[in-house]
């Protein structure tokens, strides 16, 4: 997935609509390593938005707050290019003048809202007041499902901000008519194929606020409708193959089709030319045949939690957990954990979605 290109977009329509602040309200990166190409590039294309003299406020999100306080978050290098990043544990605040008014920005990253202690309120001398944060509101859907854990609490989104820009859900989604998920620059899965990537535009008249959605140029991403292939030999398969991608605008698209119930050897008896076909014509198509019996692979829902990450989470808080018992040493929390998340980030990867 181009998520670097995406934001890349994501600058682009940022420059074209002449803004005088811009807020990233978290998960920069998937990692709290990046890839060094994967930091330069976001830098580069931060340093664009610095070099038109807007100011840039951002906090981390959950996936790349170090779980260790030691380890220093690679949202640091952004300090360098003239954004302000905050992504430690504490809560922190800044202010700017933008066309005369005082705006404050209270930035709370992911790594302090797991405080139940902290409160933030807005500054006394604020015209305009901004609260950032990441993580899960309270009564937060996804299609149909409730998100269970709740990491916002309410306290630390109570106060009367005049705005709370929040970062985590994909979507661009109201909380309440002065709080959004600015929702994601890019899908991250199948689960998301119904999602419209792009930003937040947000402005003040003095009296209100008015909130956009920006929508910014992606691949069209198709989930096409499954195959039951119980019954099936491999002439019928390929047809049904054949049949369902002929329903939809795949050209160009990243394109799914999971076939189910596949009766033993059918899928290695599936025509190859019609295959190299729909190869050709899609950005990528990935056909996932299970066998009668087997269990399905894992997508869908579960590709859109996995974007959550909280098995991650999960994991985290467990060894963190350990560490503080004292039940294993500091080091070995730490490579614990990496090598974990390891295992984790790449069984995510061997999913269908990545
Ligand atoms: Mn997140």
């Known amino acids: ?49 610095i070099g038109r003299n807007i100011p840039y406020y951002g906090i981390a999100g959950n996936h790349e707050t170090p779980r260790l306080r030691a380890t220093t978050a690679a949202l ?15 809560p922190d605040y ?6 005369g008014a005082r705006v404050g920005l209270s930035l709370v990253p992911h790594g302090a809202v797991a405080d139940r202690e902290v409160v933030v309120t807005p500054g006394r001398d604020d015209d305009i007041s901004i609260l950032v944060t990441h993580g899960t509101v309270p009564g937060l859907r996804i299609r149909g499902h409730e998100l269970g854990e709740v990491d916002l609490p309410g306290h630390v989104l109570d106060g009367s901000f005049d705005y709370v820009a929040l970062g985590h859900y994909h979507y661009f989604h109201p909380h ?31 009296e209100g ?6 929508p910014i140029p992606c691949r069209p ?33 990243v394109v799914r089709l999971k076939v189910v119930e596949a009766p033993r050897g059918a899928a290695a008896g599936v025509d190859r030319e019609v295959l190299r076909e729909l190869r050709r014509r899609c950005l990528d198509f990935s056909l996932e045949i299970s066998e009668a019996g087997a269990e399905e692979a894992a997508g869908g829902e579960e590709t859109a939690g996995a974007a959550f ?13 350990r560490r503080e018992s004292g039940k294993i040493g500091r080091t070995f929390a730490e490579r614990f954990l990496e090598a974990g998340l390891g295992y984790l980030r790449r069984a995510g990867e061997e999913g269908p979605a990545a």
Do not use: W
């Not at 329509?13 to 998960?27: C, F, K, Q, T, W």
């Not at 620059?185 to 535009?201: I, K, M, N, Q, V």
């Not at 606020?209 to 920006?214: C, D, I």
């Open 1 to 49: 997935m181009d998520v670097s290109e995406a934001y890349a977009r994501a600058v682009d329509a940022i420059l074209e609509r002449d803004v005088d602040l811009v807020i990233h309200s978290g998960d920069v990166f998937d990692s709290v390593r990046p890839a060094t190409h994967v930091v330069v590039h976001f830098l580069k294309q931060t340093a664009r938005i």
């Open 76 to 90: 640091e290098y952004a300090t360098l290019v003239g954004a302000r990043f905050v992504h430690g544990f504490e």
């Open 94 to 99: 800044g202010a700017v003048e933008v066309r």
């Open 176 to 206: 309440r008519p002065n709080a959004y998920y600015a929702g994601a620059t890019e899908r991250f899965g199948f689960g998301e194929a119904d999602s419209r990537p792009g930003f937040a535009l947000v402005e003040f008249d003095g």
């Open 209 to 214: 606020v008015r909130v956009e959605h920006v």
């Open 221 to 253: 991403m198709l989930d096409l409708p499954r195959i039951d292939a119980s019954g099936m030999d491999a002439a019928e398969l390929t047809e049904a193959i054949r049949e369902r991608a002929g329903r939809a605008e795949i050209d160009g698209a």
């Open 309 to 321: 990450g909280p098995l991650e989470e999960e994991f985290r808080a467990f060894v963190e957990r």
